[in-house]
Every structure is written in C-alpha cells, then in structure tokens.
C-alpha cells in the first residue's frame, strides 16, 4: 500500500546523492510555492508532497528506513516514521503463515529500534533507575533470608539501576532539546 514514490515525486533517480536530491526539492519548491501560486490548490498539493518527500529523503536515516520498506512508507501523526506501514499486523509484530505472531526485524520501536526520547523522559529515567539501585542495595541486606533468589534479585536490580541510570545520564548528554 504504497502512498507515492518520493523519488518520482522530487523527480530523482533512487540512487541520487544528497546534493541532486536537495537541488531537486529547491526547483520544485520554487516552482509549486504557495506564495508564486496564490489561491492554485493544485500547486498548494503538490508543495506539500514535494516537502514531505524532502523531509524522508533529505534526511540520511528516513531515507534509509524508506529504501528498506518494501511495502511502502506511512507517516505516522506525529511526524515519525512507521516502518510496519502496509504489513497489516500490529506495531512489531509480523503475522507468520501458520497464524502466530513473531518479532520483526527493527523491534516495536519505529525507525532505528530506538524510541525517540526528551530531556524530561530521560531525567525521570534516570530517577528511576538510580532508586532501582538503591532499593537493591538496601534489599541486599536482607537478601540473605530469602537464600540463593534472594541475591540473586537484589544482584540484578543493583545491576539494571546501575547500568540503565548511565544509559539514562549518556541520553542526557546527547539529546539535543
């Protein structure tokens, strides 16, 4: 359920460099823009394709994600891209012949397997995290009335803390907003 080939919209051939296909979007752009055409809805459509096929090949890993779609491309409402377009199955999921269900290939979370994170989200995982930690440390004293499953509980919740508090502080450092 392919929506439209943005390569034919930009009018570009699929193995085009980033320098043709921006070349490519600043004509058509110049050509279709609201403000050359006033009041022309065709021109308005056809800037907007024009733009949204930009937005996906202009940019290296929506590009990427696109070329391996084999099904077609969907933009998702908030403005992400949603590689289980045209599969039919639920977000992750790709639906076997014999009737089960069974992991794709990028995971449940969109374009590089990675959700798409802010400031907050992070700050608050690392919160999170960081009492996982704590809690485990605490529990560790008691650990021993519980035996062997005990340790080894407090053991992996001091770990996960430990290791996804730092995740969570390299996620910090990097995000942009």
């Keep these: 359920m392919k929506t439209n080939d943005y390569y034919e919209t930009l009018g570009v051939p699929r193995n085009a460099d980033a320098e043709q296909i921006k070349k490519a ?6 050509r279709y823009h609201p403000d050359r055409n006033p009041g022309d809805l065709h021109a308005e ?5 024009i733009s949204e096929a930009y937005t996906v090949l202009g940019d290296s890993e929506k590009r990427r994600m696109y070329d391996m779609n084999p099904n ?21 999921f790709e639906e076997s012949p014999f009737g089960n269900y069974t992991w794709s290939w990028s995971g449940p979370f969109g374009t590089s397997g990675q959700p798409e994170f802010t400031r907050k989200d992070a700050l608050e995982m690392l ?47 990097t995000l942009k907003e």
Excluded: H, W
């Design 72 to 92: 077609g491309y969907a933009p998702r409402q908030d403005g992400g891209f949603d590689p289980f377009a045209g599969y039919g199955t639920s977000r992750g």
């Design 127 to 173: 919160l999170k995290n960081a009492m996982t930690a704590l809690i485990g440390v605490f529990l560790f004293r008691v650990s021993l009335f519980f035996g062997i499953l005990g340790l080894i509980i407090c053991t992996t919740m001091i770990a996960r803390g430990v290791i996804n508090s730092l995740r969570a502080i390299k996620m910090l450092f």
């Design 25 to 30: 979007y600043r004509e058509k752009a110049f």
């Design 45 to 49: 459509e056809e800037f907007k394709k």
